[in-house]
């Protein structure tokens, strides 16, 4: 490309980096991590403001000249290095649970492996999650695989969380949070020559008897890059505070990538081939087990710079086969469940710089989910037979999104994008059956008689007004609308036997659900205010404060179920004190609250090293306009940490802050959990090739309940027809202390 045909764009694309002063330094707020950023050129340019955790990555820049600069970064967007997310391995095999060490992040509680993202209050769908620009459907009544299982801790390279006000290009059909995760970019080393390097590590955690591996290892030269990146995982039941064996936690799992990239001059190539194997996972707060899980998928992405500025395109498949069972000893019976998914899509966006203060994004994307939902029969059953439950019947759900968006930098002050997209979201499903007609005949027969497709019209608009007063503070007001259209299950689940109804639900909560036609998308109209001040270095001292606040019209929740056909009525409708059965419904909610982050160095000395102070306070509440509270809102909770730095020694010392929950959803009888405070330690010694972490969390074996935990559906039993059923009442208890140690070595 002629040098000069290339200067106008780039200045165009790069005048966000040279309004915004990029950080240098950060400490991040996950719990027990610390670290120097050294931040590469791509995100000093897109990363405005020094955020509390991680933004670095060790390895060379993936991207062809000009693809550093990336589209506009809000100030309230947090990201999560590939360090950071390597560096948890020590800790957890859940990649869901990084989201809770994010300003405003949570994670509902689910398998050992699978727990469910939540930001801002808003949960499981409404937090759109895509891996390597990827999109995962439901593929379980459950959702005991969401996308964030499909990926190991150490597999993540970076990953970027985008809160409610994020501009339209980020994507659609999400009313909470969009999670952008990389797994195994290209690298590219200087020279013809093929050089290779990785790493191996290996884990053990004393509570629950964890253990596993991580390895990744890449072949490369300057334009050739190759990248696998995998692990393996397995842990039994671990135990609570006050000495309890909490039952169905155990899990193994693997997942694999493998990756090539091609760069020709301006121009990247990438495919990447990769698939999880879930032999088994213990779920707690549900009926069911997770009894085998097999994904394959394959995607391909291209970058391209040209004349009139930059092309990105991406299109993947990924094919889901999942079975859910009962795991002795703790849970016993025969009730196979099955499903069978395909997910297929693409995304194209191309980015113009139209004048040195102008840029504008053009894209156009497509995802479709094919879902099929099947129950064999239990031979011998009266209840379960002879027939085969089907059901989701051939589920389709379509969306075509297409955006404009605008991004004005008026001054070297004031910046300002706006943004409008469409998303269309066409779903249907074919007919269904129960088990037998006696029981099931009469419900099957009504949905049938109804016409399934439903088509949503879903628009979305963002703007974003952002003003650097100095170079010491920056104020950024962001509004937007996003929509999201309900899923197959909140749709289509249309049987109200007992026992079907408590298959559905990704809530862990107990209860049962059954799906509603009539369901319209909800709309989240959302205004957020993000301030930051920081010593002109960016080197010693940063607070970051974002209140936000949510209008949500027709969220999708749910009411007691009042048809004529549902279990227990009329008890069912007025009952506080057991497990209930729900209808998915539409009401209009509201959130609020506010994240606050912040840094201080303490002392840079020769003889005593860095040391540092982090910290962090998150406060969320949310409320259905007719008074119901809305279900998972974690309590109000925050971190205050020390962190010190002395040779070839990194370690930290936190305290972990939760206080007690309260407010709780009334129409689901969500159980209230206590306050509690927790202590964890985490040190490191790295010397050339071999890094050793140890660390101790929960120091004092405090006994807590999770607040996002659900219920306990196995510990605790009352005699029933069936022989014993789940007790109602009970919260799931969090991990008592746990020893926890990893080697890694470099090559």
């Known amino acids: 490309m002629p040098i000069h045909s290339r200067n106008t764009l780039r200045r165009a694309l790069q005048l966000t980096s040279a309004l915004v002063r990029p950080s240098i330094a950060a400490l991040c707020v996950a719990p027990l991590c610390v670290a120097p950023l050294a931040t590469s050129a791509a995100r000093a340019q897109t990363v405005p403001e020094l955020p509390t955790v991680v933004v670095r990555s060790d390895a060379p820049s993936s991207t062809v000249r000009g693809a550093a600069d990336g589209p506009f970064t809000p100030a309230d967007t947090a990201t999560i290095s590939g360090e950071e997310a390597q560096g948890a391995t020590l800790s957890t095999s859940d990649s869901g649970s990084l989201i809770s060490r994010i300003p405003g992040g949570a994670a509902w509680g689910a398998g050992g492996v699978s727990s469910l993202p939540a930001v801002n209050g808003m949960g499981a769908d409404r937090v759109q999650v895509s891996i390597n620009g990827m999109l995962f459907g439901v593929a379980c009544p459950n959702e005991m695989n969401p996308p964030m299982s499909f990926i190991n801790p150490a597999m993540i390279a970076g990953a970027r969380v985008y809160m409610g006000t994020a501009p339209v290009s980020v994507g659609g059909d999400y009313t909470g949070a969009k999670v952008d995760v990389s797994v195994a970019p290209a690298q590219f080393t200087p020279g013809q020559a093929l050089t290779t390097h990785g790493s191996v590590s290996g884990f053990y955690r004393s509570n629950g008897d964890g253990y596993g591996m991580d390895a990744n290892v890449t072949v490369s030269n300057e334009d050739t890059s190759v990248t696998y990146t995998g692990g393996w995982a397995r842990a039994s039941d671990y135990t609570a505070g006050d000495g309890t064996t909490i039952k169905s936690t155990m899990y193994e799992t693997q997942n694999h990538a493998l990756s090539v990239s091609k760069k020709l001059q ?221 899923n197959f299950y909140e749709r289509y689940a249309w049987s109200t036997n007992a026992m079907a109804m408590s298959m559905i639900g990704w809530f862990g909560d107990g209860n049962g659900y059954v799906g509603n036609l009539d369901l319209v998308p909800e709309a989240a109209h959302t205004v957020s205010f993000t301030a930051t001040w920081h010593d002109p270095a960016k080197k010693v001292w940063e607070l970051r404060v974002s209140p936000y606040y949510s209008y949500v019209v027709d969220y999708i929740d749910a009411d007691r179920c009042a048809l004529s056909t549902c279990p227990n009525l009329p008890s069912n409708l007025t009952t506080t004190n057991n497990f209930v059965y729900l209808q998915f419904a539409n009401h209009d909610a509201w959130l609020y609250g506010v994240n606050i982050d912040g840094k201080l160095a303490l002392w840079d000395d020769v003889a005593y090293g860095q040391g540092a102070f982090r910290g962090s306070l998150n406060f969320v509440q949310g409320q259905r306009t007719d008074g119901v509270n809305l279900y998972h809102m974690m309590p109000l909770n925050g971190v205050v940490a020390i962190d010190h730095t002395l040779g070839h020694w990194s370690s930290s010392l936190e305290l972990q802050l939760v206080s007690s929950k309260t407010l709780v959803s009334q129409v689901r009888n969500e159980l209230e959990t206590s306050a509690y405070a927790l202590l964890n330690f985490r040190t490191s010694y790295e010397l050339d090739m071999v890094k050793v972490d140890f660390g101790v969390d929960n120091i004092f074996d405090t006994n807590y309940d999770l607040p996002l935990g659900g219920a306990n559906l196995v510990n605790y039993q009352v005699a029933s027809m069936m022989g014993s059923s789940a007790a109602w009442g009970y919260p799931v208890a969090g991990m008592g202390r746990s020893f926890n140690t990893r080697v890694t070595v470099r090559f």
């Open 266 to 486: 301006d121009q990247l190539f990438t495919f990447q081939i990769g698939g999880q194997f879930i032999p088994s996972e213990g779920y707690v707060n549900q009926y069911m087990d997770l009894v085998d899980n097999k994904s394959i998928y394959g995607n391909a992405r291209y970058e391209g710079l040209f004349d009139w500025g930059k092309l990105e395109a991406t299109v993947f498949a990924n094919r889901v086969r999942h079975t859910m069972g009962f795991i002795e000893p703790d849970k016993s019976g025969d009730m196979p469940m099955d499903t069978r998914t395909t997910d297929l899509g693409y995304a194209v966006k191309g980015t113009f710089g139209v004048s040195a203060h102008d840029i504008v994004r053009l894209g156009n994307e497509l995802y479709y989910n094919n879902l099929d939902d099947w129950w064999p029969p239990v031979e011998g059953s009266m209840m379960m037979g002879p027939d085969t439950f089907i059901n989701i019947n051939n589920g389709q759900r379509l969306r075509l999104g297409t955006f404009g968006e605008w991004e004005r930098h008026i001054d070297d002050k004031w910046t300002a994008v706006f943004g409008l997209r469409n998303d269309i979201v066409w779903m249907n499903t074919g007919d269904v059956q129960g088990y037998n007609e006696m029981m099931y005949g009469q419900n099957a027969a009504l949905f049938n008689a109804q016409d399934h497709a439903r088509t949503d019209f879903n628009v979305d608009a963002s703007a974003i007004l952002r003003y650097e007063a100095n170079t010491s503070s920056l104020y950024e007001l962001g509004l937007a609308r996003k929509t999201r259209s309900p």
